[in-house]
């Protein structure tokens, strides 16, 4: 199967700070990847979709100017999030998509970020 | 907008027995995906099977399968001769056909725990 690699996997951070988490497709290219972000014993909620070399698209109540996401290549997405503060403590997780319609997508294997 | 709806919180089997897991899902669109995710402890999101709406032929997967009722908007995931290796968190997912459009919706999810 295809490989995802999010990096860091662990990353604690002093408010205030701007903290950067990179997805990349190891053996494919991506057209598209998609930040999620999972709370303690919750669901995944998507926060943006990325697609490369354009904007991306965040979803309704998602700071873009707070989760700045770049996409600038087929095999790489960063999630840059911004004067982090400890709300923003989370377990932030990547997925890209193949080129190709219809495929379904590979998962990164989550960054927990601790903001203190 | 599409919703995913597991009602189970926790679900527990004994090793060697059936579970099946509940999902529910909302959506206007006739041409979809629907899957079923593994989060286990590592919290590494693993695609356990998935299935094509127009296909009315239940997809399976080894001793992984679904009971896809479209007309129900149900999709039920049976695990036969459950492993201790099966504990985990489960994710159901609805994605829409349309492209341009293939984020993932989740549920609420379900933790399955084996008991030896």
């Known amino acids: 199967g295809a490989v995802v690699s999010q990096h860091p996997s662990r990353v604690i951070c002093k408010s205030g700070t701007s903290v950067k988490i990179e997805c990349r497709s190891l053996d494919f290219q991506a057209t598209t990847m998609f930040w999620y972000r999972q709370f303690p014993k919750q669901s995944l909620m998507l926060m943006a979709t990325?697609?490369?070399?354009?904007?991306?698209?965040?979803e309704q109540g998602v700071e873009k100017d707070k989760f700045l996401i770049n996409h600038a290549s087929l095999t790489l997405s960063t999630l840059t999030v911004t004067s982090a503060h400890p709300e923003d403590s989370s377990f932030y997780i990547c997925?890209?998509?193949?080129?190709?319609?219809?495929?379904?997508?590979?998962f990164g294997q989550g960054t927990r970020l601790t903001v203190v | 907008a599409q919703t995913v709806t597991q009602s189970q919180p926790e679900m527990s089997v004994q090793e060697a027995e059936t579970v099946t897991l509940s999902c529910t899902y909302d959506t206007s669109e006739s041409d979809y995906y629907l899957f079923w995710y593994k989060q286990p402890p590592s919290r590494q999101m693993i695609l356990v099977i998935r299935?094509?709406?127009?296909?009315?032929q239940n997809a399976t997967e080894n001793r992984f399968s679904v009971n896809f009722q479209k007309a129900a908007k149900s999709f039920s995931l049976k695990i036969s001769d459950s492993q201790l290796g099966d504990a985990a968190m489960y994710f159901c997912a609805y994605r829409s056909a349309n492209f341009g459009n293939e984020k993932l919706t989740f549920g609420t999810g379900t933790r399955l725990t084996i008991i030896p």
């Open positions: 990325s697609n490369e070399g354009s904007k991306a698209t965040y």
């Open positions: 299935q094509e709406a127009y296909k009315q």
């Open positions: 997925s890209a998509k193949r080129t190709v319609v219809n495929t379904e997508a590979f």
